[in-house]
C-alpha cells in the first residue's frame, strides 16, 4: 500500500473510530444512577439463584409464585443443550450446578417428567451422579435430609477458639472463606434440617443410596499426603466429637455470632457476598432471631437487595460491584475526554470520596497491625474487607482528575489509599486481593476445601495494579523499595509464552493487559524482552476476525498453553490496552483490533457479550460482568484515537 493510499484509508477510520467512541460514550452515560455513579449487573452461574429459591423454602417462608416462575424462566434458558448446566458460558458441564438448579427448578414446581428435567437427571446420572458434587453442594443436600453429615467434612465449631498460632486458623484463609466459614460451622454443629414445606428431594440424582454416602473424595488440586493426614484428622474428630466440652462449644458458637453480628454490614450483608449472607439468615433462623429482630431483618433484607428483577426473568447476583464499576468507567469517561464525559467522571469520584475506609481496621489488620486504613471495598458498604485493586482504580482515577485541574480535593484519599496499600504488600514482592501474606497453600487440602480457593495469595494482576498506581503517583524503582519489588515479582511470574496469569479476569490476556499496563508506568523499556515478548505473545493469539478471546478452560490444572476462543469486546479490549501500553499503537494487531471492535459495536453503542470474561474462584466460579463490554472497548477506542493524534505513542498514565 502507497503512502497516499494509507492516508486515504486512515481518513473513513478516523471517521468511524470518532463515530463508534461518541455512540459507545452516549449508551454508558446512559447507565449512570442519579447520584452519578455507575453498576451493572453482576452475573454468575446457575448456582446463585437456584440457591436463592433453596434458601426461602428452607426457612419455609411464603411461596412468591411470580418470582419464582422468573426464577424458572431463567433456569431454564441457560441449561445446556446436554441437560446440565455450567460455570460459565461454553463450558460443558458441573455437576454441583446441575444438581442445585435441578432441585430449584422441581421447588418451584417443574414436573421431574418433564423434557428438560429428564435431559438434565440423564446427563448428571451418565456422569456418575450427584454424589460428584462439591462440599457446599452436599451440605445443601444435609440440610435438605437428601444426605446424612457424613458426607461432609468435619469442620468443628471449636475452630472460632483455636489460638493464632495454631495451623487452622481464621487470619490463615482468605476473607471470603472467613465469611462463609463462621457462621457455617453453626450450622454443621447444630445440624439443622430444612422445613421444606412442599417435602421436595432429590434423591433420583444419584446412583447409590444417597444415605450410604461417605467422605469427599481428593480433589485434583490435592496432595494425595496432605489430603490422607487431614482425612485422619477427621476421622478422629468424628470420634471424639460427642465428648467436646458443653461450655467451650457454647463459647465457640457465641464468639462465631459476635464475629458475624459485628461485621453485618447493614443491608449489604456480611463479607457483602451472597453465600456469607445467607449463611447468616440460616443461623438466625436457627438460633431463634424472631422475624423481626433488626440482625435478622438486615440480613435477610441484604439478600433480597441482589435480585435482579425483569419482566419475564430473574437471577440473583453473587454480590454488586459499584465501587469497581464506577472507578472503571470513570477512567473509561476521562479517555474519551468531551466536557460531558469529564463531568460525569468528576461527579463519579466525588461520589467514590466518602467510601473510603477510614475508620474500620478490618480483619488485615491482624497481619498488618499498625497500618492506617484507607482502602475501598467493591461492594456499596464492606469497611471490614476494602481490597487493593479498587483502592489501585480509585487513586489512578483521583490522580489522572488531579492532573486535569480537580485541585487538591482528592489529596487526602489519595495519600490514605497509597498508605495502605504499601502495608499490605505481601513478603514476595506482590500484592493480594484483601491480606497481605495468605500464603498457608497446605490449607487447600483439608477436605472442605475441595473447591481449591481457601487463600488469597498474591497475584500477577493485582500486584501490577498496584505497581501503576505507585508509578502514577510519581514513584520510581530507584526511589521506593515496594514499587521495586512489585516490578521484580512481576519479572519473576512471567510464563514462558511470555504472558500473565489472570486471577480476577480471565485470564492470561487479563493478567498480560494488568501487567504490560504496570512496567509501562514503571518506566520499563518498550524493547525490554519483558514487554517484548508479552506483546509478541498478544500478537500471536489475535484471531482471524481482528479479537481476541480466552474462557474459564484456561484455568485448568493441566494447562499447556493458550487455547483459541471466540473473540470478545472485553478480552479484545485488554489486548489492545496492552499493545499500546508496550507501544505497539500503529502495529498491524491493534489496528485490527480497532476495526473488530467497531465492527462488532450494535446500533445502541455497546457490544453484545455473553461470556463469562470476570474471575471468581479459577475452575469453581466464574463472573459476567455486564459492564465490561461496554466501558472497556470505548476505553481502549478512545486511547487508541488519543495517541495517535499524538507524536509520541506512549501511555502516560497507569492503566
Known amino acids: 500500500m502507497t503512502l497516499d493510499e494509507q492516508k486515504v484509508d486512515a481518513v473513513p477510520m478516523a471517521t468511524a473510530l470518532e463515530g463508534s467512541i461518541a455512540a459507545a460514550s452516549r449508551a454508558v452515560l446512559n447507565y449512570r444512577k442519579p447520584d452519578g455513579h455507575w453498576v451493572f449487573e453482576l452475573e454468575a452461574d446457575a448456582t446463585i439463584p437456584a440457591e436463592y429459591v433453596l434458601l426461602r423454602h428452607y426457612l419455609a417462608e411464603p411461596i412468591n409464585a411470580e418470582l419464582e416462575a422468573k426464577i424458572g424462566n431463567y433456569l431454564r434458558r441457560i441449561q445446556n443443550e446436554n441437560g446440565g448446566w455450567s460455570l460459565f458460558y461454553g463450558h460443558e458441564f458441573d455437576m454441583s450446578a446441575s444438581v442445585k438448579a435441578y432441585f430449584a427448578l422441581k421447588m418451584i414446581g417443574d414436573s421431574v417428567d418433564a423434557p428438560h428435567m429428564v435431559r438434565a437427571r440423564e446427563a448428571m446420572l451418565s456422569r456418575g451422579g450427584a454424589v460428584k458434587s462439591n462440599v457446599f453442594t452436599r451440605i445443601m443436600l444435609a ?16 475452630i472460632m477458639l483455636l489460638p493464632r498460632w495454631f495451623p487452622f486458623h481464621l487470619t490463615k484463609m482468605s476473607y471470603w472463606a472467613r465469611t462463609v466459614i463462621v457462621p457455617l460451622l453453626v450450622l454443621m454443629h447444630k445440624k439443622p434440617l430444612a422445613r421444606n414445606p412442599l417435602g421436595v428431594t432429590v434423591d433420583e440424582l444419584f446412583v447409590e443410596d444417597p444415605k450410604s454416602i461417605g467422605m469427599t473424595p481428593k480433589a485434583a488440586h490435592q496432595s494425595q499426603t496432605w489430603f490422607t493426614g487431614f482425612a485422619i484428622i477427621d476421622a478422629v474428630l468424628r470420634v471424639t466429637d460427642p465428648f467436646f466440652p458443653k461450655k467451650s462449644r457454647q463459647r465457640a458458637i457465641d464468639k462465631a455470632v459476635a464475629f458475624i453480628t459485628e461485621r453485618l454490614n447493614g443491608v449489604d450483608g456480611l463479607g457483602a457476598i451472597f453465600p456469607a449472607m445467607a449463611n447468616t439468615v440460616m443461623v438466625y433462623d436457627l438460633l431463634g ?26 437471577y440473583c447476583q453473587p454480590c454488586v460491584s459499584p465501587i469497581w464499576d464506577t472507578a472503571l468507567t470513570a477512567h473509561a469517561m476521562m479517555e474519551v475526554g468531551g466536557e460531558k464525559e469529564v463531568e460525569s467522571a468528576n461527579v ?110 498474591p497475584t500477577e494482576d493485582v500486584t501490577a495494579r498496584c505497581v501503576s498506581m505507585l508509578a502514577q503517583l510519581g514513584e520510581t524503582a530507584a526511589t521506593n523499595p515496594a514499587l521495586a519489588r512489585g516490578i521484580e515479582y512481576l519479572r519473576r511470574t512471567q510464563l514462558a509464552d511470555g504472558s500473565w496469569f489472570g486471577r480476577w479476569g480471565v485470564n492470561y490476556i487479563y493478567g498480560t493487559w494488568s501487567v504490560l499496563c504496570a512496567l509501562n508506568a514503571a518506566g520499563i523499556a518498550h ?81 453484545t457479550e455473553p461470556n463469562y470474561t470476570g474471575g471468581g474462584f479459577p475452575r469453581v466460579f466464574y463472573l459476567r460482568y455486564h459492564g465490561y463490554s461496554k466501558f472497556f472497548p470505548l476505553w481502549a477506542l478512545a486511547r487508541y484515537r488519543n495517541l495517535r493524534n499524538t507524536n509520541s505513542r506512549f501511555v502516560g498514565i497507569g492503566m
Not at 291 to 311: C, F, G, M, T, W
Not at 533 to 543: E, R, T, Y
Open 527 to 607: 524493547d525490554d524482552p519483558v514487554i517484548r515478548k508479552a506483546a509478541d505473545w498478544l500478537v500471536a493469539i489475535q484471531n482471524a476476525d481482528g479479537g481476541w478471546g480466552e474462557d474459564g478452560n484456561s484455568y485448568r490444572l493441566d494447562y499447556k498453553g493458550y487455547e483459541r476462543s471466540e473473540s470478545t469486546a472485553s478480552q479484545t479490549a485488554w489486548a489492545t490496552l496492552g499493545l499500546m501500553a508496550a507501544g505497539r499503537v500503529d502495529d498491524s494487531a491493534t489496528q485490527r483490533g480497532m476495526a473488530y471492535l467497531i465492527k462488532m459495536q450494535n446500533k445502541d453503542g455497546l457490544w
Open 289 to 314: 432471631y424472631p422475624k423481626d429482630h433488626p440482625h435478622y431483618v438486615l440480613a435477610r433484607q441484604s439478600v433480597e437487595n441482589l435480585l435482579v428483577i425483569k419482566d419475564d426473568e430473574a
Open 348 to 457: 463519579a469520584l466525588d461520589w467514590l470520596k466518602p467510601r473510603q475506609v477510614l475508620d474500620v481496621e478490618g480483619d488485615w489488620i491482624e497481619k498488618r497491625p499498625g497500618v492506617r486504613p484507607g482502602g475501598w471495598a467493591f461492594q456499596y458498604n464492606n469497611a471490614h474487607y476494602p481490597d487493593l485493586d479498587d483502592t489501585a482504580v480509585v487513586v489512578m482515577a483521583m490522580d489522572r482528575a488531579r492532573g486535569r485541574g480537580a485541585g487538591e480535593k482528592y489529596d487526602e484519599a489519595i495519600a490514605r489509599g497509597r498508605e495502605w496499600l504499601l502495608g499490605l504488600q505481601s513478603k514476595d514482592g506482590g500484592w493480594a486481593a484483601f491480606d497481605a501474606d495468605n500464603l498457608e497453600y497446605y490449607l487447600n487440602n483439608i477436605p472442605f476445601a475441595d473447591h481449591g480457593a481457601l487463600l488469597d495469595p
Open 143 to 158: 440440610m435438605f435430609g437428601v444426605l446424612t453429615w457424613r458426607a461432609v467434612p468435619m469442620m468443628p465449631v471449636e
